[in-house]
C-alpha cells in the first residue's frame, strides 16, 4: 500500500531508511524542523538546517521516488532562547518561497513556559502574515495535556489562522478529542517507549473515525521506527479493517491536509 509519513526527521536517518521507505510503499515524507538533541549556538546554524532540508534532503529522497516536504521554525526547547528564537523566525521568510516547504513547523510547547508561548505566538504571526499552514508539537507525557490545552487556546485567539490549516501532532487519548473538536487535523505518533503504539492508534480510529487523523512516525535521532506506518496498517488489517479505510488514513489523509498549501505538488504514483 502507499503511503506518506507525514512527520519524520531524516536528517537522523541513514539512506538505507529511505531505501525500506521506499520498498515498503512510502511515496513521499515531509520533515518538521525540530530540535538536535543539542542547542544550536547560532541563527547560522539554522541557516544551514533550513538548507538540509530544503536542498540536500529532498535531493536524497528522490534518489529511492520518495518526494520530500518540510516545515521551518525553531522548536520549541530552544524557544527558551527569546533573543535567537527571533533571529530564526527573520530568516524564514526567505525560504518560504522554496518548492519544498509546507509551513510553519513544528512550533508548540516543551515546558509549557512563558518564553516558549511567547515564541509560539511568533510563529503563528509568522503563518498568519504569509498564510502557511502550521504544524504543532505537543509536549510529553505529564505536560501535554496542560501544553495542548495552552496551545489550543492561542490557536482560538488567532481567528485569522482557520482551524483546519493546522495540525496538531503526537496527540493520544486524552488530547485527540480537544484538538479534533476545535476543528484541527491531528496526528497520531508511533514510539516505541512513550507517545502511541500501533495498537493504541488503532484504538482510537475505532473510537473517533478516520475524519482529520494522520499517523506517523516521528523517526528521528532517539529510539523511534521509520517504519512504524506500516506497523499501524498491519495492526488495522489484523482486526479486519477494509484497505479503503488503511489508505485513507496513511495516504489520502495527508494529501488532502498538505493540499492546503500552495506549494504541495505532490505527483500521484501512476
Ligand atoms: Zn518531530
Known amino acids: 500500500m502507499y503511503f506518506i509519513d507525514p512527520h519524520i526527521h531524516m536528517v537522523s536517518r541513514v539512506t538505507d531508511d529511505y531505501e525500506r521507505l521506499a520498498q515498503m510503499g512510502c511515496v513521499a515524507v515531509s520533515e518538521p524542523a525540530f530540535w538536535a538533541g543539542f542547542d544550536r549556538g547560532s541563527a547560522e546554524a539554522f541557516r544551514d538546517y533550513f538548507r538540509q532540508l530544503t536542498s540536500f534532503e529532498p535531493q536524497r529522497a528522490a534518489q529511492y521516488g520518495i518526494q520530500h516536504y518540510c516545515w521551518l521554525c525553531i522548536n520549541a526547547k530552544e524557544a527558551e532562547n527569546v533573543s535567537l528564537s527571533r533571529e530564526v523566525i527573520a530568516l524564514i521568510p526567505e525560504y518560504l518561497k522554496l518548492p519544498n516547504v509546507l509551513g510553519i513547523g513544528e512550533i508548540g510547547l ?3 513556559t512563558a ?25 510529553h507525557l505529564k505536560d501535554k495535556y496542560k501544553g495542548t490545552r495552552m496551545i489550543l487556546d492561542m490557536l482560538r485567539n488567532e481567528p485569522s489562522i482557520r482551524p483546519e490549516r493546522v495540525l496538531i501532532d503526537h496527540v493520544e487519548e486524552h488530547t485527540i478529542a480537544p484538538a479534533l473538536d476545535a476543528g484541527h487535523w491531528v496526528g497520531m505518533t508511533l514510539y516505541p517507549t512513550t507517545k502511541c503504539t500501533p495498537q493504541r492508534a488503532a484504538d482510537m480510529i475505532e473510537r473517533y473515525g478516520s475524519d482529520r487523523i494522520c499517523i506517523n512516525s516521528a523517526g528521528d535521532w532517539g529510539p523511534s521506527n521509520p517504519c512504524a506506518v506500516p506497523a499501524f496498517v498491519m495492526e488495522m488489517r489484523f482486526r479486519g479493517h477494509p484497505e479503503s479505510l488503511c489508505r485513507r488514513i496513511v495516504y489520502e489523509n495527508p494529501i488532502a491536509v498538505f493540499s492546503q498549501s500552495r506549494r504541495f505538488g505532490f505527483r500521484a504514483p501512476a
Open 110 to 112: 516543551n515546558k509549557n
Open 115 to 139: 518564553n516558549e508561548a511567547t515564541i509560539f505566538a511568533e510563529h503563528l504571526d509568522l503563518a498568519k502574515r504569509h498564510d502557511e499552514l502550521v504544524l504543532v508539537h505537543t509536549p
